[in-house]
């Protein structure tokens, strides 16, 4: 009888729940589509119309791979994607090894954790400056009037020396947040069995470290490269005359007004990203999980002489570090280098107060608030609504192609599809260029990979279980999110604005093409000071986007603190 019973209420049932659940079906599944709507239009549509333009004459008619060939006849342009090519996989060479060491100093010794937390802090200090800023502080180290002026001898700042010693300041930080982790996750019993066999530390490390972190080398190679490729500050800068392909794109761009040339060298500086990216993509499929349920973790055992050597290095490279950013602060509190050293804050005054630089900076202000706020709402919805709607399986896929293809697409590629594409013939969305709407706009699309998969990753340690019990007790999907989701998420949700923040405010490649002196950031007016010879007000500018990085990354954690003792205190509970 229960089982005649049971079929039979069920079927009573499902007629007033199916629609219910039908139409909250219908609603998350818009919603995603608006969100992949979103990313064809600001991401895939900008791309294709600089592969259109091309091949395309001034007047539109399709002319093949005519600008191809001219570009492969110019002995100088060709130069430029080998001068590229050259100094990112210089600086890969130099900044990896580096950073291994420096990560290797924090993980696998033994050296005090005070001091160890301080080298972490001042190691990620680049993050928060833009590019200009190290190539701005080389130049008063090394250059014609530097410091240490005669330790290059006859060989001048500008050009390779001064571009792979900016890069490398760049990229450091990178590549040591992927060798941090990847060193952070050892097995101590491969160790523990290498001890007993009485395994000499340098076969240890060359049989079991350097193994066991080789994705984590290849990604930081990978991520190195395609930064270098696709920077612009610093080339800019400290470059000279030793031209790279950024600096192409912007001379055919903005000097000569030649679009399909630009286009051309955009589509060739999109080809190494793109090839970093697949073999990144590779590497992580074939990554296999270093610790299992059985791993014991390593614990370094004290050794005098090593630890000393790490803290060494470790406090070297801090000092290296922390003395780019201290000539960019001293430059900027002096009246006028090297001829007047007396103390001064003028340079502040004048981009505060008495020129149009201060609405540079409250843009990028603007920028970042926005940005950060607007974009880690859209990312982790996007995120959520991919991973938990059900039956969406080519949806699912194609936001997840858009949402990492952003991160195999450089800056600079981006902001010239985005001129290419708005000021097409008919765009209905033309009203968009030239408005801060489109800086912002290209600002989340050009950072949504890294926010995406820190999303996913928060998302995927959610049981599915929770959507399927709302379901079941009839509580609409977007309750579930606010009410359980989001909170549980919130670390990673509060990580993704502090980072779009951050980012927002030091980014240059992207906007290069898209501002208007209404809309002028931070980044591109210190490079315009730059180029005007005032090389205070530049460093002043630069230091104060130093700055309220770092006070809000300061203010994050107070906050942070306070806010995640409310909404995660679950996570403290123990079972009595």
Known sequence: MMELTRPHREAKATPSVLPRLHGEALIARALLLAVVALLLVFLLAPLWAILVNAVQDQDGHFVGLIHFREYLETPSLVRSALHSVGIACSVALISVPAAFMFAYALTRSCIPTPLKATLRLIALIPLLAPSLLSAISFVQWFGNQGVLKSWLGDTSIYGVPGLILAEVYNTFPHALMILTTALSLADGRLYEAADALGTRAWRKFTTITLPSCKYGLISACTVSFTYVISDFGAPKVIGGNFNVLSIDVFKQVIGQQNFSMGAVVGLLLLIPSVISFGVDNVVRRKLKAQLTARSVPYAPKPNRWTDTLLALYGITIA??????????????????????????????????????????????????????????????????????????GLLRSTMHFLAVLSMAVPGLVLGLGYVVFFNMPGNPLGWLYQTMTIVIVSTIVHYYTS?????????????????????????????????????????AVLDIARYYFVVSMATLSCVIFLYTPDTIVASVAIMHLDEAGQIGPAAALACLIVITSTLICIAYALFTRVLLKRTQAWRSLRRS
């Open 451 to 491: 926010s995406h998969l820190t999303a996913v990753t928060a998302l995927k340690q959610i049981d599915n279980e929770f959507e399927a019990v709302s379901a079941s007790l009839k509580v609409p999907f977007y309750k579930t999110f606010v009410r359980v989701t989001l909170p549980v998420c919130l670390p």
């Open 319 to 392: 000092g290296l570090l922390l003395a780019v950013v201290g000539m960019a602060l001293y430059t900027s509190v002096i009246k006028l280098w090297p001829y007047n050293l007396s103390f001064t804050l003028d340079h502040y005054l004048f981009v505060l107060v008495e020129s149009d630089m201060s609405a540079a900076y409250t843009n990028s202000l603007i920028l970042a608030t926005v940005t950060a706020t607007a974009g880690s709402l859209m990312v982790f919805a996007g995120a959520y609504l991919s991973e938990k709607t059900r039956n969406i």
